[in-house]
């Protein structure tokens, strides 16, 4: 009996984790150093505000360096691919330094306008070889140093739309093989809150879709940039599956560079809102007609 007690009490977390899940206080680890310096959840009181109706359902020609239009704490998850400044028509031509500042404007207006523990998931595929830009890593860094807190990464599995690329560096030999990236990141924050308000909200998501979506690695193909219209288009599967881990139905879903429209389909398909940003008016005009054309079917 003793010993049955002493089980229920639960487990501690040890010097390497624990395999222990029930019960289980994980204090020692969350209040070791190794937390010093990184952002802390602040607990508050939760605000909400409402869109304007003329904002809402919206695609903005314009940059999301300032959404002015969208009040503090309205939207509840932010989606996005930011261009990757690599000479695209889309893209400019700036520096790391510059490029990473010009994400930063906009991640500090993401946070004005997300809603205590609403979610910002960013898209992003590393660049290069000589050498590799690991991109993740500084918009890691720039977010968590904006007081996000950081939730995970997801590896989006891009294998089974990859090419039989030949572009392997040196053939065969040892003398400078090149990696071939099939997979690029999700990068998961919240702000301020770890949790999300959810009183008389109606989540939509199944538990088969919940099982599947809470893995670290998703496994589906990539969209055709040709049959889309756009030369960077993430499928529909990505924003919905986000969707529908992170909000619930009714809710505001932000595309600061929403592109040929994808996370506002999705957010359509998921009964939710969406608000969008691009300062290419011939994809402002490309989403909203993709839009429309969903809206038909």
């Known amino acids: 009996m003793g010993d049955y007690n002493q089980r229920r009490k639960g487990t501690k977390t040890s010097a390497f984790g624990s395999s222990g899940r029930i019960n289980h ?19 508050g009181r939760y605000v909400e ?20 239009e969208l009040p503090d704490s309205s939207i ?9 400044n690599v000479g695209k028509e889309y893209d400019q031509n700036l520096t790391l330094d510059e490029y990473r500042e010009f994400l930063k404007r906009v ?13 910002a998931c960013i898209n992003i595929a590393n660049l290069g070889r000589k050498p590799y830009i690991p991109l993740h890593v500084f918009i890691v860094e720039d977010m ?17 739309s990859s090419s039989p690329s030949t572009a392997w560096g040196s053939w065969l030999s040892a003398k400078n093989p ?38 670290s690695v998703w496994t589906f193909s990539a969209e055709s940039a040709i049959k889309v219209g756009h030369p ?16 619930f139905e009714g809710e505001v879903v932000l595309d600061p560079f929403i592109g040929s429209g994808q996370s506002a389909i999705a957010a359509i398909k998921t009964k939710r809102h969406y608000v969008g940003y691009d300062t290419n008016q011939e ?15």
């Open 25 to 43: 206080d994980a204090t020692i680890f969350y209040t070791s150093r190794l937390y010093e310096g990184l952002p802390k959840e602040e607990i």
């Open 283 to 297: 994809y402002v005009k490309l989403a909203e007609r993709r839009i429309k054309e969903f809206l038909k079917d």
């Open 178 to 215: 090149t990696l071939r990236d099939i997979h690029e990141y999700i990068l998961v924050f919240s702000k301020g809150m770890f949790s999300r308000e959810s009183i008389g909200r109606k989540s939509t998501i199944s538990k088969e879709e919940f099982l599947e979506f809470t893995k």
């Open 76 to 84: 509840h998850l932010m989606v996005t691919s930011p261009p990757y």
């Open 107 to 119: 991640w500090c207006e993401v946070k004005r306008v997300l809603v205590p523990g609403g979610r």
């Open 144 to 160: 968590c140093n904006l007081g996000f807190l950081m939730r995970g990464e997801i590896i989006w599995n891009k294998s089974l």
């Open 232 to 247: 960077a288009p993430f499928p529909i599967e990505l924003p919905y599956r986000l969707i529908q881990l992170y909000t």
């Open 49 to 68: 505000n409402p869109i304007p109706s003329e904002f809402l359902d919206k695609i903005f020609y314009k940059t999301s360096e300032s959404m002015e």
